[in-house]
């Protein structure tokens, strides 16, 4: 999953951090991106959890699909193999 824009401090929630968050990321984008990419990564991750530990056919049919490419208001590129 690569989502366009992101940066690594990006998966970090801001608005769940309070005041510090503005000294702790860095990354050139609004709390609210960082929010929508922590949201997809968070969305793929319990979807790949699902699908790979708990065997649920859902969510390997979710991630075989093109869904995860987008997740909210954020985009990705999505490779599956």
Partial sequence: ????????SSLQD???????ASRL?????????????ALHTRTVALA???????GVAEAHAWL????PSTVGESTA???AR
């Fill in 1 to 8: 999953l690569l989502i366009v824009g992101a940066a690594h």
């Fill in 14 to 20: 801001r608005r769940s951090m309070g005041r510090v």
């Fill in 25 to 37: 990321t860095r990354t050139g984008n609004t709390p609210e991106e960082d929010t929508a990419y």
């Fill in 48 to 54: 790949f959890f699902d699908a790979h530990l708990k």
């Fill in 64 to 67: 075989d699909s093109e869904a």
């Fill in 77 to 79: 590129v999505w490779l």
